[in-house]
């Protein structure tokens, strides 16, 4: 357990021999006229904090006026004139340097950031000054009796590509600069950006499906038996050992880089989804490589090869990622290629490197294989909830030992990802704060840097801020998390409890606050506690015929409060995917509740929201008392519902609204189509067999144009346990007999999956054999292109899904398509 943050004092390197800051009036800025663009900002920078921090302000010269007392910023030819002056050719493009003595001052680094970035460690280093966010730089009040040691320090950041992923850094790139981020502008007087880029996906730009797919299908991968140039994430991958396609993304990557000659890398990457080819050719290599990196890496090699004969310096970059993260057993990577792993199925709440914690055992195994063979590796690594980025997410204590065991690995290029598509994430600006200087200095602790970050930027409220991340960080330790990078609030240990706590504690803070700026400060930071709330402490109600949103205690107003703080303080984006407008216009209208249907029988009730999709949010078995469904249980706007869902976006973004019509145990749901076309849904409990719930579906298209159809049934059952053993949380489905099919299964994938491609039983089912109970999908196979399950044990939750074929209808056409749910007290046989 780590200890509520400290109330730290701001250090700062200071020496009873050295020099009294106040002691520097009257001394001089020298800034050489063949200094480059940054230089002079630099000196710039150093002129205007000074003044600020400690009340002196120096003039500015080309040429030193007198042989003492000079600041001399830059590495042109006063450099080379000043008595304490030095080179920087060790330095490289980023390093930094600065020499103090009794009468005389040097700071410069390497160009063309350097200069730059040893003034802000200068300003760090010896007065205390804090970049907090980009408008509010902290000065203490001890840097006015400052004391400068006699000293030389050198540094220079391990990792020459380092980019903290925050939209603040894009939109204020001067402060992104003061942070050391460079890789955000090409504003030359802030030292412009590294000249290596992002890896990042890029195969469906160098090989694109538009140009090649109808002429050529065989330079895609085969998947599944056949060549599907339909596949999302960019495309289809390629099938990487056809004996042109390495010719032909090699010509591609040699026209980028001619069109951009002083690049020192480009990127030969994957597509993001993991339909790789399992042709022959790419399946031999595979399996003697023990994976599909193997046949990958062949294929980048065979690039870097080409690629090298015209561009000798460039380096090609390729992810190791999802299913290529593993090291091959033989193939090596060349010299001139780069190699950046992808941390996305790591634990965030613990170091990579904790032993403790099996979730990250198998990438410290991948890191230390990729570290033998290659010389260049980079890190992508995940930083923020892309499921609810304004979630508590306890993963501050982490951040620096990430940090420092990346540099341990000789990593060269760390990008942190976080909410940068978007505004005002859970502590956005702290959280920046602490990954930039971290990158810059892995030997600073991430803990101790946000607890500097709390006292400077929130004063007398930082206390009870301080004790809300101390509760949330030590809450999830205590409970045995894991978290990963899109976890819900149960994943990061949230409790009705602790919410209350939290929320309580923002309270607090806010009546702390000295002034109004304090208090925007901690209204912002605050937006997090609000959304815990939203997430973990509303449930749904039903009544007098609707269903909507309640809250413990007096707290009705919760969710415009929410949605005020929001747009007051600038957020834009609820998750990776969603904008906030659309979560709060959705969350605002279950607060104020929806009109809901319910069918019941002895055996079930069911209730229906018919504007909502016509969504399924309670499923109640009563001989039992379980519930299938926890949506009523939720905000209704996470999982545990039954929705049918569109496969084609421009109808699933319309409006979704259904009429209602009741008649007994049956319920017709209408939804009107664009061009005149109607989906009528049936659900219904039928007396002579009480133990199903029967759900039917007609499309009719009415649009003088044919139009193609699909849809997804889309049910997340509750499965009771959080198990991840299959002999535990067993799924089945129906061929000439019941299988179990979910041994090693991931999500939406396993060894088995392809039992579901064919199987024509038309039953697919989950069954809890510890809490002996269990879920029946009926169907008829004809209906159906192929059944899916997705499965997240974190989330106690189990998918059964049916997929329709897409279906060209024309005028007057109908897709039909039914299926039925049973409850099951003994697993199918």
């Given at each position: 357990?780590?200890?509520v943050?400290g109330?730290i004092?701001?250090?700062?390197v200071?020496?009873?021999d050295?020099?009294?800051v106040?002691d520097?009036?009257?001394?001089?800025i020298?800034?050489?006229s063949?200094?480059?663009?940054?230089?002079?900002?630099?000196?710039?920078q150093f002129?205007?904090?000074l003044e600020?921090a400690?009340?002196?302000k120096?003039?500015?010269a080309?040429?030193a006026?007198?042989?003492?007392?000079?600041?001399?910023i830059?590495?042109?030819k006063?450099?080379?004139a000043?008595p304490?002056?030095?080179g920087?050719?060790?330095l490289?493009?980023?390093?930094?340097?600065?020499?103090?003595a009794?009468?005389n001052i040097a700071i410069a680094?390497?160009?063309p950031?350097?200069?730059?970035?040893?003034?802000?460690?200068?300003?760090?280093?010896?007065l205390?000054v804090r970049?907090?966010?980009?408008?509010?730089?902290?000065?203490p009040?001890?840097?006015k009796?400052?004391r400068l040691?006699?000293?030389?320090?050198t540094?220079?950041?391990?990792?020459?590509?380092?980019w903290?992923?925050?939209?603040?850094?894009?939109?204020?790139p001067?402060?992104a600069a003061?942070?050391?981020v460079?890789t955000v502008?090409r504003d030359?007087?802030?030292?412009g950006?590294?000249?290596?880029?992002?890896i990042?996906?890029?195969?469906?730009?160098q090989?694109p499906?538009s140009?090649?797919?109808?002429?050529?299908p065989?330079y895609?991968?085969?998947?599944?038996?056949?060549?599907?140039?339909?596949?999302?994430?960019g495309g289809?991958?390629?099938?990487?050992?056809?004996?042109?396609?390495?010719?032909i993304?090699?010509?591609s990557?040699?026209?980028e880089?001619?069109?951009?000659?002083?690049r020192?890398?480009v990127?030969?990457?994957?597509?993001?989804?993991?339909?790789?080819?399992?042709?022959?050719?790419?399946?031999?290599?595979?399996?003697?490589?023990?994976t599909p990196m193997g046949s990958?890496?062949?294929?980048v090699?065979?690039?870097a090869?080409?690629?090298?004969?015209?561009?000798?310096?460039?380096?090609i970059?390729?992810l190791?990622?999802?299913?290529?993260r593993?090291?091959?057993?033989?193939?090596?990577p060349?010299d001139?290629?780069?190699?950046?792993?992808?941390?996305?199925?790591?634990c965030t709440?613990?170091a990579i490197d904790?032993?403790n914690?099996?979730?990250?055992?198998?990438?410290?195994?991948?890191m230390r294989?990729?570290?033998?063979?290659?010389k260049?590796?980079?890190?992508?690594?995940?930083?923020?909830?892309f499921?609810m980025y304004?979630?508590p997410l306890?993963?501050?204590?982490?951040?620096?030992?990430n940090?420092?065991?990346f540099?341990?690995s000789?990593?060269?290029?760390?990008?942190?990802?976080?909410n940068?598509?978007?505004?005002?994430g859970?502590?956005?600006d702290?959280?920046?704060?602490?990954?930039s200087r971290?990158?810059?200095?892995p030997e600073?602790?991430?803990?101790?840097?946000?607890?500097?970050?709390c006292?400077?930027?929130?004063?007398?409220?930082?206390?009870p801020?301080?004790?809300?991340?101390?509760?949330?960080?030590?809450?999830?330790?205590?409970k045995?998390?894991?978290?990963?990078?899109f976890?819900?609030?149960?994943?990061?240990g949230?409790?009705?409890?602790?919410?209350?706590k939290?929320l309580?504690?923002?309270?607090?803070?806010?009546?702390?606050a000295?002034?109004?700026v304090?208090?925007s400060r901690?209204?912002?930071a605050?937006?997090?506690?609000?959304?815990?709330m939203?997430?973990?402490c509303?449930?749904?109600?039903?009544?007098?015929g609707?269903?909507?949103?309640?809250?413990?205690g007096?707290?009705?107003?919760?969710?415009?409060?929410y949605?005020?703080?929001?747009?007051?303080?600038?957020m834009?984006m609820?998750?990776e995917?969603?904008?906030?407008?659309k979560y709060?216009e959705?969350?605002?209208r279950?607060a104020?509740?929806?009109?809901?249907?319910?069918?019941?029988?002895e055996i079930?009730?069911v209730?229906?929201?018919?504007e909502d999709n016509?969504?399924?949010?309670e499923m109640?078995?009563?001989?039992t008392?379980?519930s299938?469904f926890?949506?009523?249980r939720?905000?209704?706007?996470?999982?545990?519902t039954?929705?049918?869902?569109?496969?084609?976006e421009?109808?699933?973004?319309?409006a979704?609204?259904f009429?209602?019509k009741?008649?007994g145990?049956?319920?017709t749901?209408?939804?009107?189509?664009p061009?005149g076309s109607?989906?009528?849904?049936?659900?219904?409990l039928?007396?002579?067999d009480p133990?199903r719930?029967?759900?039917?579906?007609?499309?009719?298209?009415?649009?003088?144009?044919?139009?193609?159809?699909?849809?997804?049934v889309h049910?997340?059952?509750?499965?009771g346990?959080?198990?991840?053993k299959?002999?535990?949380?067993t799924?089945y489905?129906?061929?000439d007999r019941?299988?179990?099919?979910?041994d090693?299964?991931?999500?939406?994938?396993?060894?088995?999956?392809?039992?579901?491609?064919?199987?024509?039983g038309?039953?697919?089912?989950?069954?809890?054999?510890e809490a002996r109970?269990?879920?029946?999908?009926?169907?008829?196979?004809?209906?159906?292109?192929?059944?899916?399950l997705?499965?997240?044990p974190?989330r106690?939750q189990?998918?059964?899904?049916?997929?329709?074929p897409?279906?060209?209808l024309?005028?007057?056409?109908?897709?039909k398509y039914?299926?039925?749910?049973?409850?099951l007290?003994?697993?199918?046989?």
């Open positions: 357990m780590h200890a943050i109330l004092s701001m250090m700062f200071a020496s009873a050295g020099i009294a106040g520097l009036r009257g001394w001089t020298v800034v050489a063949d200094a480059i663009p940054s230089e002079r900002y630099a000196a710039e002129q205007s904090l600020q400690a009340g002196v120096l003039a500015i080309a040429e006026p007198k042989p003492l007392q000079n600041i001399t830059g590495c042109g006063a450099m080379t000043s304490v002056g030095f920087v050719d060790d490289g493009e980023e390093g930094v340097r600065i020499r103090i009794k009468d680094g390497g160009r950031r350097g200069t730059l970035y040893a003034v802000y460690e200068f300003l760090e280093r010896y205390g970049f907090l966010t980009f408008d509010h730089t902290a000065i009040p001890g840097a009796t400052a040691p006699c000293e030389t320090h540094h220079t950041s391990p990792f020459s590509f380092r903290s992923y925050y939209r603040e850094n894009a939109e204020q001067a402060f003061k942070l050391r460079n502008t030359a007087s802030l030292g950006v590294t000249r290596q880029s992002l990042n996906h890029s195969l469906y730009r090989l499906v140009k090649y797919g109808k002429t050529h065989e895609f991968a085969l998947w599944h038996g056949k060549r599907d140039l339909t596949v999302g994430g289809p991958e390629l099938c990487v050992t056809h004996p042109d396609v390495a010719g993304v090699a010509q990557v040699i026209d880089l001619d069109k951009d000659p002083g020192l890398n990127s030969v990457s994957q597509n993001d989804n993991d339909a790789y080819c399992h042709c022959d050719r790419c399946e031999a290599i595979n399996k003697a490589e023990v990958h890496l062949a294929f090699n065979a690039v090869e080409r690629v090298e004969k015209k561009h000798p310096k460039v380096k970059g390729t190791a990622y999802w299913y290529t593993r090291c091959p057993k033989t193939i090596k060349r001139n290629v780069q190699i950046q792993l992808c941390s996305i199925e790591c709440l613990h904790d032993p914690c099996a979730r990250n055992r198998t990438f410290c195994r991948d294989n990729w570290r033998g063979v290659c260049d590796i980079w890190v992508w690594n995940y930083n923020t909830n499921r304004d979630l306890p993963n501050l204590r982490s951040i620096g030992a940090v420092r065991f540099r341990d000789n990593v060269k290029g760390l990008f942190m990802q976080a940068g598509n978007g505004r005002s859970e502590f956005s702290l959280r920046n704060y602490v990954i971290c990158m810059w200095n600073l602790d991430s803990w101790a840097l946000a607890g500097e970050f006292r400077l930027h929130y004063g007398k409220a930082a206390r801020i301080m004790e809300h991340l101390t509760l949330i960080h030590d809450n999830a330790e205590r045995g998390c894991h978290p990963g990078c976890p819900g609030p149960e994943q990061v949230l409790t009705p409890e602790i919410c209350q939290s309580g504690l923002f309270g607090e803070a806010l009546a702390l000295d002034d109004d304090i208090r901690v209204e912002k605050s937006i997090c506690a609000y959304r815990a939203i997430e973990v509303g449930q749904l109600k039903y009544v007098d609707r269903v909507r949103l309640s809250f413990p007096e707290r009705d107003g919760l969710v415009n409060h949605a005020e703080l929001c747009k007051r303080h600038g834009t609820a998750s995917q969603t904008p906030i407008g709060l959705r969350i605002q279950i104020e509740g929806y009109p809901a249907c319910r069918l019941e029988n079930w009730r209730t229906v929201l018919p016509a969504k399924i949010v109640i078995h009563k001989p008392g379980r299938l926890a949506g009523m939720s905000t209704g706007t996470g999982p545990g039954h929705e049918e869902w569109w496969e084609h421009d109808i699933h973004d319309k979704t609204a009429a209602a009741q008649d145990q049956r319920l749901l209408t939804r009107q189509l061009e109607t989906m009528v849904r049936q659900i219904r039928d007396a002579a133990n719930v029967f759900f039917e579906t007609t499309i009719t298209h009415h649009g003088d144009k044919p139009k193609t159809y699909g849809i997804k049910p997340e059952f509750d499965a346990t959080k198990s991840d299959s002999e535990v949380m799924a489905v129906k061929r019941w299988m179990k099919f979910n090693e299964w991931d999500k939406h994938q396993g060894p088995k999956a392809d039992l579901l491609k064919d199987a024509k038309g039953g697919l089912a989950f069954f809890n054999h109970f269990g879920m029946l999908v009926s169907y008829d196979p004809g209906q159906y292109a192929e059944p899916r997705w499965w997240h974190e106690a189990v998918n059964l899904e049916l997929m329709t897409s279906v060209e024309k005028q007057g056409e109908a897709l039914a299926y039925q749910f049973s409850y007290s003994e697993a199918p046989k």
